[in-house]
């Protein structure tokens, strides 16, 4: 945990008592002495310092002083097919590290229809940790959609301010933009419909002769064009 993350709302008086897992993590693993500081951050505030001032087996007491700005965000917007929840849960956590603040999962032709069936909290904590981990505080804004054509057509344009590409063999080698909108299709691709729709649209980008793993795809892909 390289940042203990707290709600402004679990901020009272400029101090914070923690007594969930991340009471657990300073307890058994930072544990630290009463005064020594730790780095904290605001959820979608600042970054700062932690002074603990009090310590049981139960809770931990922090003074919170926030005064930084968290890291810049990636500028790319990334357009996913949902895959598999486990595949789900490691695409929110690297996007999230790497610092993209917003996600679209689509479906597709590909997209299993049991694949659907996932509570969307149950991606909360994994947000949380992928913010510890890369100390930023900002929540990225994460949206699904079960309609492909509409998403296509009727939002994808709004979500244009330079460049936006899809991956696919045989597309060309991406270069780098402004703000791009990338998006990654489904294990096997997308279907000759799709990026004939895509295509009106978008470029078409390759990332090599490799067959990659969605969530390898989607680290390469960001490498690229970052």
């Avoid at 344009?157 to 597309?171: E, M, N, Q, R, Y």
């Avoid at 990654?184 to 978008?202: R, V």
Wanted: one cysteine or more; hydrophobic letters at 40%.
């Amino acid at each position: 945990m390289n940042l203990i993350l707290v709600d402004n709302k679990e901020v009272k008086g400029g101090e914070v008592i923690l007594t969930d897992y991340r009471h657990i993590h300073i307890r058994d693993i930072l544990k630290p002495k009463i005064g020594q500081i730790l780095k904290v951050g605001i959820i979608d505030g600042k970054i700062g310092v932690g002074e603990v001032i009090t310590q049981t087996s139960k809770e931990t007491v922090l003074k919170i002083d926030t005064n930084k700005l968290p890291p810049r965000p990636l500028d790319i917007c990334l357009v996913c097919s949902l895959p598999r929840p486990k595949t789900l849960k490691k695409v929110i956590y690297k996007a999230t590290s790497l610092g993209v603040k917003e996600i679209h999962f689509i479906n597709s032709a590909k997209v299993e229809k049991e694949y659907w069936g996932f509570k969307k909290s149950k991606f909360d904590q994994t947000i949380l940790d992928a913010l510890s981990q890369s100390v930023d505080t900002v929540l990225p804004k994460i949206s699904y959609h079960r309609l492909f054509r509409p998403f296509v057509e009727d939002i994808l344009p709004s979500l244009i301010k330079d460049k936006i590409v899809f991956a696919h063999p045989g597309g060309l080698i991406p270069s780098k933009a402004k703000h791009t909108v990338l998006i990654i299709g489904p294990e096997g691709g997308f279907n000759a419909f799709e990026i004939s729709l895509l295509s009106k649209i978008a470029q078409k980008i390759t990332l090599g002769k490799r067959i990659l793993r969605v969530e390898d795809a989607i680290l390469t892909a960001i490498g690229m064009l970052s």
